[in-house]
T-cell receptor
Framework: GAGVSQTPSNKVTEKGKYVELRCDPISGHTALYWYRQSLGQGPEFLIYFQGTGAADDSGLPNDRFFAVRPEGSVSTLKIQRTERGDSAVYLC????????????FGPGTRLTVL | KQEVTQIPAALSVPEGENLVLNCSFTDSAIYNLQWFRQDPGKGLTSLLLIQSSQREQTSGRLNASLDKSSGRSTLYIAASQPGDSATYLCAVLLGSQGGSEKLVFGKGTKLTVNP
């Protein structure tokens, strides 16, 4: 498809486990963003990539969270030692032009930590 | 710190009514403003994007305005339909000299259009 895709759509894990969430941006989009949405709230920024580099990771809650985008396309959000408070919907977005471009969102990954 | 507020939190209207959703933000130094629609359990669908230099944008029955100096935006929906029922989110794009940028979202307005 032509849109942003995210896998898996749902992930259930146990407290303390490691998880990886994947994002495939729209082809040709150089800017990629991760957000996290808790129930009843708007999405909150986690990290922004311009190309391969993380231009801003100030939204990552702590050092258990890490994200990569090694070839400037697909990105993976990695969460170590998951906690129940990490349960949320993780949204990925991409944009053709940083700074003024419209952000297009994927369907999200719903993470549940038991 | 930029804060985005959306009023009302929920709105229920009969089919056919025209309605206005409100969004306010505390810092006028924004690059642009986007309105999104979110259906239950789904991702965000972009509805309208207004650049900081623009005053309004229109798409079909939707019209969004931006008054950057007063920190306000409105989303006008004409002749509402049951299919318009969803949560509507407003977000402003912030940047910095370091090259960072991010959307800051409001909590949304949950709209229900009754047949």
């Amino acid at each position: 498809g032509a849109g942003v895709s995210q896998t898996p759509s749902n992930k259930v894990t146990e407290k303390g486990k490691y998880v990886e969430l994947r994002c495939d941006p729209i082809s040709g989009h150089t800017a990629l963003y991760w957000y996290r949405q808790s129930l009843g709230q708007g999405p909150e920024f986690l990290i922004y990539f311009q190309g391969t580099g993380a231009a801003d990771d100030s939204g990552l809650p702590n050092d258990r969270f890490f994200a990569v985008r090694p070839e400037g396309s697909v990105s993976t959000l990695k969460i170590q030692r998951t906690e129940r408070g990490d349960s949320a919907v993780y949204l990925c977005a991409s944009s053709l032009l940083a700074g003024v471009g419209e952000q297009f969102f994927g369907p999200g990954t719903r993470l549940t930590v038991l | 710190k930029q804060e985005v507020t959306q009023i009302p939190a929920a709105l229920s209207v009969p089919e056919g009514e025209n309605l206005v959703l409100n969004c306010s933000f505390t810092d006028s130094a924004i690059y642009n403003l986007q309105w999104f629609r979110q259906d239950p359990g789904k991702g965000l669908t972009s509805l309208l994007l207004i650049q900081s230099s623009q005053r309004e944008q229109t798409s079909g029955r939707l019209n969004a305005s931006l008054d950057k100096s007063s920190g306000r935006s409105t989303l006008y929906i004409a002749a509402s339909q049951p299919g318009d029922s969803a949560t509507y989110l407003c977000a402003v794009l912030l940047g910095s000299q370091g090259g960072s940028e991010k959307l800051v979202f409001g909590k949304g307005t949950k709209l229900t259009v009754n047949p």
